[in-house]
């Protein structure tokens, strides 16, 4: 039962309350995740990837496409890494730099990983909200056809897809972004089902606001909190994922790369003497994964003290 | 006692039985011809990429595939080491006057593995069974290709199976007619689809006769063990009319799609034959000298131009081809890119083919600088270039590590000596396939190997009417020439003159001509490599003992 | 109860028919056909062909048909590819190979997960604490594709106590390696989530009191503690196992076990339509019926969980 008007402006204030609430639930947050050392560390481990990433081509001495003809098929012996030759983490099987095809990798990876939680953040979000809001019959309906998507074996379609419409970066984030959204939009209508009954909700809907607007205005900014946290967490994953997939070969296609990619060359050859092939796309590869699973942690620590 | 395996001549055969007995017979047993000490155990394990559609001799159509069928069924005609015809099941055949109808004499004393004797009625009924649409076989066309009286109408439908030109005329009498004389004919049975078949088999099990406990052939094997893309065992077949001389008792077959994993197993001892992946074989023949080998092989890599109307204006023009074509260091994609022994190609037909001498193509005997300096000229003059119009090139190449090797290197040298941008495509197979046929490319890769070994199994695909000309390249003097050449004397100066055109026109840019790179055990022996097409029969293979 | 499952049953049948018509549209969309080769096959041959496989019928009655095959008889119709063999019988092949391998990943994954995780949760802060987290760290990021190729190089190259691909029938050493560069990164998630749990669950008041009350740790671990731990876990294993048929593609490619991972990769790239439907068909299924397994064990360890 909605409460009368006569009530209404007393939760008005509730809601701002809430909302004051809240801000200072963000400060309690952000206090206890800077106390988290790990997750501290991996944030500032975050940033100078990206700024690897982003930067790091200005340090290459070479385009990451360029051929050096006089070291394709002898890379074992005239790829080794050096500072001399500018080839800083040594080249592939086709005389290219490693460096730089390594900063190109780490962007296309993150990239990859962010798109993908991205997608599953705007569409997740909304949906599972939209579901739980609205409730009854839609939210059956809703969320029975999550559970019949989450059914499908989608790794096997987007292979199906990559297969059939060609390999395109496009593609790959069309797929990656089918299956991302899914576990967020249940994620989203569990959280959403306790926000509903909360007062401020409450005043809004008998205040007459557009079921839309409350959903915008007053549903989604509360989910923002876990919603973060499973994007987070959902980086490293997109990331694993498109390496399975350039393991396939039907990743980001030459002469472009990705860690995957680079990752996967390289231990098809981790017994021909070319160790850093699959080691410096690796330890990127790593690295980001642990750096972003630890900020998550701390992140959800922060942001749900009573796990703790 | 040497005996020349090669003479097959029915006197000889009871000569080779007594040494083979007697070789079966002794305790450390010895090669019969070379006298090496032979290992006590004979087996060979080799690695495929992939699994093989079929094995039905009648429907095979894949490299892999044929390797097994001509290990389990034996033809009218067998290649010897060099690739030059023996006799198989046939002793021999007589031609007549016309060239139109051949006469195969089989040998008396050839079985199925059941112990049923292999009869002229069996090819017919193989043959017959492999041209009737209602088996569908993807080698249908290949009974056409045969020349076959009424090949073509049964191969459509058209007429019913049983006019096929092939009678068996008695048991050990076949005669095949042909609708035109094929010089060649006699080296085409000795191909997997026309292997013999034993109906009785085929009509008690259906499809599933190809299973091992189903399966009767007549070959120097028989199947073992079949499970689909993991292994296919083969052992010796006592019924088999020169058993006593094979000397290899099991073969096994192991599907391993990850060559680099395919290597690792072979140096630790698990295979005695696999592929060398590509850019590895300088390292593998330094370390295992023995062991890594290359031997030519009969086929081209080229790539295409779309000549279509439709397609982009800048490929219609000659000079930017030729520049396009100049533009690549083949010596680089061979020695560099490759590594495995390929040659660079300036002519299409394969430099190894049988009676084909390689032209002098200006281009091939200039330096890469002069071609660079030529390339970049031609591209001007046209009008493209740094100084031009800007010139983009899309290119498209089937899925593959190796032809993404070549792909990349050619787009850095048209970028670095041309400054034409080039973006690179890839498709998987089927895709790729049908973008080409329908010329919906504008450059694309291309790779033909030998039917038969003769150059006009490689410059009938420059033919207007080719149905494998996927540029479009329509030529009429080139057409001429390879009509001519099917009749001449000595075809060589059509040959040369067509190399000539191609070498103008570039329709198609030939870039290397194939090497067959493989690590072999250093113990096994007999391998065919002077063999072009690389047909080898495992009962010519023998495991040496180690010293 | 009953009724819970039966309602996911009733959505399973949906589900399964929304799949079989997907992958159909998405394959009869693709570009090039089952039959294309690089020798194009002359149009009459590429007739019989397609006759022979019903590639010549309108859409709607190719889809009904196989619809119908598959819902009455199980029948998946012939194999495009592979000329002899029928879609079940490349899938009654490569199947149990799947299963047993995945069976027995999927116990290492678990048995060993959840020990090292109890483990480390009960010595916690030790060095076999550190060990355990250590270990499970860096598996859990290791792709299967790089471990494979070690996992070759170190047991078969170098010590040559395993063979280093195969199946052979499913001979155990054949199934090791195979099983280790599956389970390992699944280890080592269930070892975390299990020792996180664990911690939470120690740290709860009944297991405070058991202790106070003097139990021994090892029946306060074993009767109290264990069941709740295992929650989280629980719900991982869904998950788990949808990852692990995914990697079933890497392990058959890398250890060539001749899986259905391999035949699908397999015909996916050479558009044999049959195949492709009928295992993605099966994966559905299984992963379905999984997560109701899931659910209902979830169900009747927590009884709080009502449906």
Same mark, same amino acid.
């Given at each position: 039962?909605?409460?009368?008007?006569?009530?209404?402006?007393?939760?008005?204030?509730?809601?701002?309350?809430?909302?004051?609430?809240?801000?200072?639930?963000?400060?309690?947050?952000?206090?206890?995740?800077?106390?988290?050392?790990?997750?501290?560390?991996?944030?500032?481990?975050?940033?100078?990837?990206?700024?690897?990433?982003?930067?790091?081509?200005?340090?290459?001495?070479?385009?990451?496409?360029?051929?050096?003809?006089?070291?394709?098929?002898?890379?074992?012996?005239?790829?080794?890494?050096?500072?001399?030759?500018?080839?800083?983490?040594?080249?592939?099987?086709?005389?290219?730099?490693?460096?730089?095809?390594?900063?190109?990798?780490?962007?296309?990876?993150?990239?990859?990983?962010?798109?993908?939680?991205?997608?599953?953040?705007?569409?997740?979000?909304?949906?599972?909200?939209?579901?739980?809001?609205?409730?009854?019959?839609?939210?059956?309906?809703?969320?029975?056809?999550?559970?019949?998507?989450?059914?499908?074996?989608?790794?096997?379609?987007?292979?199906?897809?990559?297969?059939?419409?060609?390999?395109?970066?496009?593609?790959?984030?069309?797929?990656?972004?089918?299956?991302?959204?899914?576990?967020?939009?249940?994620?989203?209508?569990?959280?959403?089902?306790?926000?509903?009954?909360?007062?401020?909700?409450?005043?809004?809907?008998?205040?007459?606001?557009?079921?839309?607007?409350?959903?915008?205005?007053?549903?989604?900014?509360?989910?923002?909190?876990?919603?973060?946290?499973?994007?987070?967490?959902?980086?490293?994953?997109?990331?694993?994922?498109?390496?399975?997939?350039?393991?396939?070969?039907?990743?980001?296609?030459?002469?472009?790369?990705?860690?995957?990619?680079?990752?996967?060359?390289?231990?098809?050859?981790?017994?021909?003497?070319?160790?850093?092939?699959?080691?410096?796309?690796?330890?990127?590869?790593?690295?980001?994964?642990?750096?972003?699973?630890?900020?998550?942690?701390?992140?959800?620590?922060?942001?749900?003290?009573?796990?703790? | 006692?040497?005996?020349?395996?090669?003479?097959?001549?029915?006197?000889?055969?009871?000569?080779?039985?007594?040494?083979?007995?007697?070789?079966?017979?002794?305790?450390?047993?010895?090669?019969?011809?070379?006298?090496?000490?032979?290992?006590?155990?004979?087996?060979?394990?080799?690695?495929?990429?992939?699994?093989?559609?079929?094995?039905?001799?009648?429907?095979?159509?894949?490299?892999?595939?044929?390797?097994?069928?001509?290990?389990?069924?034996?033809?009218?005609?067998?290649?010897?080491?060099?690739?030059?015809?023996?006799?198989? &099941?046939?002793?021999?055949?007589?031609?007549?006057?016309?060239?139109?109808?051949?006469?195969?004499?089989?040998?008396?004393?050839?079985?199925?593995?059941?112990?049923?004797?292999?009869?002229?009625?069996?090819?017919?009924?193989?043959?017959?069974?492999?041209?009737?649409?209602?088996?569908?076989?993807?080698?249908?066309?290949?009974?056409?290709?045969?020349?076959?009286?009424?090949?073509?109408?049964?191969?459509?439908?058209?007429?019913?199976?049983?006019?096929?030109?092939?009678?068996?005329?008695?048991?050990?009498?076949?005669?095949?007619?042909?609708?035109?004389?094929?010089?060649?004919?006699?080296?085409?049975?000795?191909?997997?689809?026309?292997?013999?078949?034993?109906?009785?088999?085929?009509?008690?099990?259906?499809?599933?006769?190809?299973?091992?406990?189903?399966?009767?052939?007549?070959?120097?094997?028989?199947?073992?063990?079949?499970?689909?893309?993991?292994?296919?065992?083969?052992?010796?077949?006592?019924?088999?009319?020169?058993?006593?001389?094979?000397?290899?008792?099991?073969?096994?077959?192991?599907?391993?799609?990850?060559?680099?994993?395919?290597?690792?197993?072979?140096?630790?001892?698990?295979?005695?034959?696999?592929?060398?992946?590509?850019?590895?074989?300088?390292?593998?023949?330094?370390?295992?000298?023995?062991?890594?080998?290359?031997?030519?092989?009969?086929?081209?890599?080229?790539?295409?131009?779309?000549?279509?109307?439709?397609?982009?204006?800048?490929?219609?023009?000659?000079?930017?081809?030729?520049?396009?074509?100049?533009?690549?260091?083949?010596?680089?994609?061979?020695?560099?890119?490759?590594?495995?022994?390929?040659?660079?190609?300036?002519?299409?037909?394969?430099?190894?083919?049988?009676?084909?001498?390689?032209?002098?193509?200006?281009?091939?005997?200039?330096?890469?600088?002069?071609?660079?300096?030529?390339?970049?000229?031609?591209?001007?003059?046209?009008?493209?270039?740094?100084?031009?119009?800007?010139?983009?090139?899309?290119?498209?190449?089937?899925?593959?590590?190796?032809?993404?090797?070549?792909?990349?290197?050619?787009?850095?040298?048209?970028?670095?000596?041309?400054?034409?941008?080039?973006?690179?495509?890839?498709?998987?197979?089927?895709?790729?396939?049908?973008?080409?046929?329908?010329?919906?490319?504008?450059?694309?890769?291309?790779?033909?190997?030998?039917?038969?070994?003769?150059?006009?199994?490689?410059?009938?695909?420059?033919?207007?009417?080719?149905?494998?000309?996927?540029?479009?390249?329509?030529?009429?003097?080139?057409?001429?020439?390879?009509?001519?050449?099917?009749?001449?004397?000595?075809?060589?100066?059509?040959?040369?003159? &067509?190399?000539?055109?191609?070498?103008?026109?570039?329709?198609?840019?030939?870039?290397?001509?194939?090497?067959?790179?493989?690590?072999?055990?250093?113990?096994?022996?007999?391998?065919?490599?002077?063999?072009?097409?690389?047909?080898?029969?495992?009962?010519?293979?023998?495991?040496?003992?180690?010293? | 109860?009953?009724?819970?499952?039966?309602?996911?049953?009733?959505?399973?049948?949906?589900?399964?028919?929304?799949?079989?018509?997907?992958?159909?549209?998405?394959?009869?969309?693709?570009?090039?056909?089952?039959?294309?080769?690089?020798?194009?096959?002359?149009?009459?041959?590429?007739?019989?062909?397609?006759?022979?496989?019903?590639?010549?019928?309108?859409?709607?009655?190719?889809?009904?048909?196989?619809?119908?095959?598959?819902?009455?008889?199980?029948?998946?119709?012939?194999?495009?590819?592979?000329?002899?063999?029928?879609?079940?019988?490349?899938?009654?092949?490569?199947?149990?190979?799947?299963?047993?391998?995945?069976?027995?990943?999927?116990?290492?994954?678990?048995?060993?997960?959840?020990?090292?995780?109890?483990?480390?949760?009960?010595?916690?802060?030790?060095?076999?604490?550190?060990?355990?987290?250590?270990?499970?760290?860096?598996?859990?990021?290791?792709?299967?594709?790089?471990?494979?190729?070690?996992?070759?190089?170190?047991?078969?190259?170098?010590?040559?106590?395993?063979?280093?691909?195969?199946?052979?029938?499913?001979?155990?050493?054949?199934?090791?390696?195979?099983?280790?560069?599956?389970?390992?990164?699944?280890?080592?998630?269930?070892?975390?989530?299990?020792?996180?749990?664990?911690?939470?669950?120690?740290?709860?008041?009944?297991?405070?009191?058991?202790?106070?009350?003097?139990?021994?740790?090892?029946?306060?671990?074993?009767?109290?503690?264990?069941?709740?731990?295992?929650?989280?876990?629980?719900?991982?294993?869904?998950?788990?196992?949808?990852?692990?048929?995914?990697?079933?593609?890497?392990?058959?490619?890398?250890?060539?076990?001749?899986?259905?991972?391999?035949?699908?990769?397999?015909?996916?790239?050479?558009?044999?339509?049959?195949?492709?439907?009928?295992?993605?068909?099966?994966?559905?299924?299984?992963?379905?019926?999984?997560?109701?397994?899931?659910?209902?064990?979830?169900?009747?360890?927590?009884?709080?969980?009502?449906?």
């Amino acid at each position: 039962m909605y409460p009368n008007k006569a009530t209404v402006e007393v939760l008005e204030q509730a809601g701002h309350m809430a909302e004051v609430r809240g801000r200072s639930l963000w400060a309690d947050a952000r206090s206890r995740f800077l106390k988290n050392k790990a997750a501290v560390a991996s944030m500032i481990v975050l940033l100078l990837v990206a700024l690897f990433a982003l930067f790091g081509q200005v340090f290459a001495q070479w385009e990451r496409d360029f051929i050096d003809f006089s070291l394709i098929g002898s890379n074992a012996r005239q790829g080794v890494p050096s500072f001399e030759t500018g080839h800083y983490f040594g080249t592939d099987a086709s005389g290219r730099d490693l460096y730089a095809r390594t900063v190109q990798g780490t962007q296309i990876s993150l990239m990859v990983g962010l798109v993908g939680a991205m997608v599953a953040v705007i569409v997740g979000t909304l949906y599972g909200a939209t579901a739980g809001y609205i409730g009854g019959r839609t939210d059956n309906l809703m969320m029975r056809t999550v559970d019949i998507l989450m059914s499908i074996p989608f790794m096997f379609v987007l292979i199906l897809m990559l297969v059939i419409f060609g390999r395109s970066i496009f593609m790959l984030f069309l797929g990656i972004g089918l299956i991302s959204w899914l576990d967020m939009a249940r994620i989203a209508r569990g959280q959403t089902l306790t926000i509903k009954n909360k007062e401020f909700v409450e005043v809004a809907y008998a205040t007459g606001v557009h079921p839309a607007k409350i959903i915008l205005r007053h549903i989604v900014p509360n989910l923002l909190g876990i919603v973060i946290v499973y994007a987070t967490l959902l980086v490293p994953s997109m990331i694993i994922f498109e390496s399975f997939i350039s393991f396939l070969g039907l990743g980001v296609q030459e002469p472009n790369t990705s860690l995957g990619a680079l990752i996967s060359e390289g231990a098809a050859n981790v017994n021909n003497q070319v160790p850093w092939q699959l080691g410096f796309p690796l330890v990127f590869f790593v690295i980001i994964i642990f750096a972003f699973f630890f900020v998550g942690d701390g992140l959800r620590d922060a942001l749900d003290p009573k796990d703790r | 006692m040497t005996l020349t395996r090669k003479l097959m001549a029915s006197t000889a055969t009871a000569l080779i039985l007594t040494a083979g007995t007697a070789y079966a017979q002794s305790e450390t047993a010895t090669h019969p011809e070379t006298g090496e000490a032979l290992a006590a155990t004979q087996a060979f394990t080799y690695r495929v990429l992939d699994e093989s559609p079929s094995i039905d001799p009648g429907l095979v159509e894949d490299v892999d595939g044929s390797e097994i069928v001509r290990d389990l069924f034996e033809g009218l005609m067998n290649q010897d080491a060099l690739g030059q015809l023996v006799p198989g &099941v046939a002793t021999g055949y007589e031609v007549s006057d016309d060239n139109l109808v051949y006469t195969f004499t089989l040998r008396d004393d050839a079985r199925w593995s059941n112990g049923d004797p292999v009869t002229a009625a069996d090819f017919e009924y193989a043959w017959k069974r492999a041209a009737d649409p209602a088996t569908a076989s993807p080698y249908q066309w290949y009974m056409e290709l045969m020349s076959l009286e009424n090949g073509s109408d049964v191969v459509s439908g058209d007429t019913d199976p049983s006019e096929l030109g092939v009678t068996a005329v008695d048991d050990t009498t076949l005669e095949v007619r042909l609708s035109e004389p094929l010089p060649y004919f006699p080296q085409m049975v000795t191909h997997a689809t026309t292997f013999p078949v034993h109906q009785a088999t085929i009509e008690e099990f259906g499809d599933d006769w190809t299973r091992p406990e189903n399966m009767v052939s007549n070959g120097a094997y028989v199947l073992t063990e079949w499970v689909s893309q993991e292994r296919l065992v083969r052992s010796r077949n006592d019924q088999y009319w020169d058993n006593d001389n094979t000397i290899i008792d099991t073969v096994t077959r192991l599907v391993i799609p990850d060559e680099n994993v395919a290597l690792t197993r072979y140096l630790a001892g698990e295979l005695d034959m696999t592929d060398v992946p590509a850019g590895q074989f300088p390292r593998l023949s330094e370390e295992y000298p023995d062991q890594a080998v290359s031997v030519p092989e009969a086929c081209s890599y080229y790539f295409m131009f779309n000549l279509r109307d439709d397609a982009p204006e800048a490929f219609q023009n000659a000079d930017v081809r030729q520049a396009l074509s100049l533009a690549i260091n083949r010596d680089v994609i061979v020695e560099n890119v490759l590594a495995g022994g390929q040659e660079p190609a300036y002519t299409f037909t394969h430099w190894a083919t049988a009676g084909f001498e390689t032209p002098d193509i200006p281009m091939a005997g200039m330096t890469q600088d002069e071609r660079n300096a030529m390339a970049q000229e031609l591209l001007g003059n046209a009008g493209y270039g740094p100084d031009g119009e800007p010139l983009t090139v899309n290119l498209v190449y089937n899925t593959s590590e190796a032809h993404a090797a070549v792909a990349v290197a050619v787009s850095q040298m048209w970028k670095q000596t041309l400054g034409v941008e080039t973006s690179l495509s890839n498709q998987e197979w089927q895709t790729f396939l049908e973008a080409r046929s329908n010329g919906d490319f504008e450059v694309a890769r291309g790779g033909w190997c030998a039917d038969y070994n003769e150059a006009s199994t490689f410059l009938d695909l420059m033919q207007s009417g080719s149905g494998y000309n996927d540029s479009k390249f329509v030529n009429e003097e080139v057409d001429e020439l390879l009509s001519e050449a099917k009749t001449a004397e000595n075809p060589q100066a059509n040959y040369d003159r &067509v190399e000539e055109i191609i070498a103008e026109e570039t329709p198609i840019i030939p870039i290397y001509h194939y090497a067959s790179v493989f690590m072999l055990n250093d113990d096994l022996k007999g391998w065919p490599y002077e063999n072009f097409e690389q047909n080898w029969y495992s009962r010519e293979l023998y495991v040496t003992a180690d010293e | 109860m009953f009724a819970f499952i039966a309602r996911r049953l009733a959505v399973a049948v949906p589900t399964l028919l929304i799949l079989v018509i997907l992958s159909f549209i998405l394959m009869y969309t693709a570009p090039g056909g089952p039959f294309n080769s690089e020798r194009p096959l002359p149009p009459e041959v590429l007739a019989n062909i397609n006759a022979k496989y019903g590639l010549d019928q309108p859409f709607w009655k190719q889809i009904a048909t196989y619809v119908w095959g598959v819902t009455t008889q199980f029948d998946f119709g012939p194999s495009f590819q592979f000329t002899n063999r029928s879609v079940n019988d490349i899938i009654a092949q490569g199947f149990p190979v799947t299963l047993t391998y995945g069976a027995y990943s999927f116990l290492v994954a678990v048995l060993v997960g959840v020990s090292l995780g109890v483990a480390a949760a009960i010595k916690q802060n030790t060095w076999l604490d550190y060990l355990a987290v250590g270990i499970t760290v860096g598996a859990q990021v290791l792709p299967n594709f790089v471990l494979g190729p070690i996992l070759i190089i170190i047991f078969t190259l170098w010590l040559g106590w395993l063979p280093g691909g195969g199946w052979n029938g499913g001979q155990w050493e054949y199934v090791v390696l195979p099983v280790i560069a599956l389970s390992t990164s699944y280890m080592a998630s269930i070892a975390r989530i299990t020792r996180s749990s664990m911690l939470e669950t120690l740290n709860t008041n009944f297991i405070r009191t058991a202790r106070a009350k003097g139990l021994s740790t090892g029946r306060v671990i074993w009767k109290h503690a264990l069941k709740p731990t295992m929650l989280p876990v629980l719900s991982y294993l869904g998950p788990a196992f949808v990852g692990m048929i995914t990697g079933s593609v890497v392990v058959d490619i890398i250890f060539s076990t001749g899986g259905i991972g391999r035949f699908f990769v397999n015909s996916a790239f050479n558009r044999d339509y049959s195949v492709i439907m009928g295992i993605t068909i099966l994966v559905g299924a299984l992963t379905i019926f999984f997560n109701l397994l899931v659910d209902v064990l979830y169900a009747w360890i927590d009884p709080k969980i009502r449906y």
